[in-house]
């Protein structure tokens, strides 16, 4: 596979993977109903995994420039800040509101708006 193929690939697959886990933290009650069977020490320490692996999966493009690596400035600066939080999550407690803040933040960074009844009351699947 193309290096350039093979590069964009991987961030697209990070990204996506990121922009899921990001949703749920955003939105408390949809968190709660996905995650209600894992253990809150192993989510915690999913989502800081995520966290690195995304800053990781996105480091190449971001050393060569450009404009994909201005637009993921600002999401990788959010992954780095929420990792901090999440390592704060203590087990059993809902997410931190700064985590829950923090996750909106990086969400509307890209230009995607709050679900229309507002992320406290948003669920994910099918409308």
Same mark, same amino acid.
Request: hydrophobic content about 60%; some cysteine; proline content about 9%.
């Given at each position: 596979? /193309?290096?350039?193929? %093979?590069? !964009?690939v991987q961030? !697209? @697959?990070?990204?996506?993977e990121?922009?899921?886990l990001?949703?749920?933290?955003?939105?408390p009650?949809?968190?709660a109903?996905q995650?209600w069977c894992?253990? !809150? =020490?192993e989510?915690?320490?999913?989502?800081?995994?995520?966290? /690195?692996?995304f800053?990781a999966a996105t480091? $190449? *493009?971001?050393?060569?420039g450009g404009?994909g690596?201005?637009?993921?400035?600002?999401? &990788? !600066?959010?992954a780095l800040?929420?990792r %901090?939080l999440l390592? &704060?999550? &203590?087990a059993g407690?809902?997410p931190? =509101?700064?985590?829950v803040?923090l996750?909106r933040a %990086?969400?509307? @960074? *890209?230009?995607?708006?709050a $679900?229309? /009844?507002g992320w /406290?009351?948003w669920?994910?699947g099918p409308?």
């Amino acid at each position: 596979m /193309d290096p350039a193929v %093979a590069l !964009a690939v991987q961030v !697209a @697959s990070a990204v996506a993977e990121w922009m899921n886990l990001l949703g749920l933290l955003a939105a408390p009650r949809a968190l709660a109903e996905q995650a209600w069977c894992v253990p !809150a =020490a192993e989510l915690r320490a999913h989502f800081r995994e995520e966290a /690195d692996a995304f800053v990781a999966a996105t480091e $190449p *493009l971001v050393a060569r420039g450009g404009a994909g690596a201005a637009h993921l400035q600002p999401l &990788r !600066a959010h992954a780095l800040g929420l990792r %901090a939080l999440l390592a &704060r999550w &203590r087990a059993g407690a809902a997410p931190p =509101a700064g985590v829950v803040a923090l996750a909106r933040a %990086a969400i509307v @960074s *890209l230009g995607v708006p709050a $679900p229309p /009844d507002g992320w /406290d009351e948003w669920l994910p699947g099918p409308a």
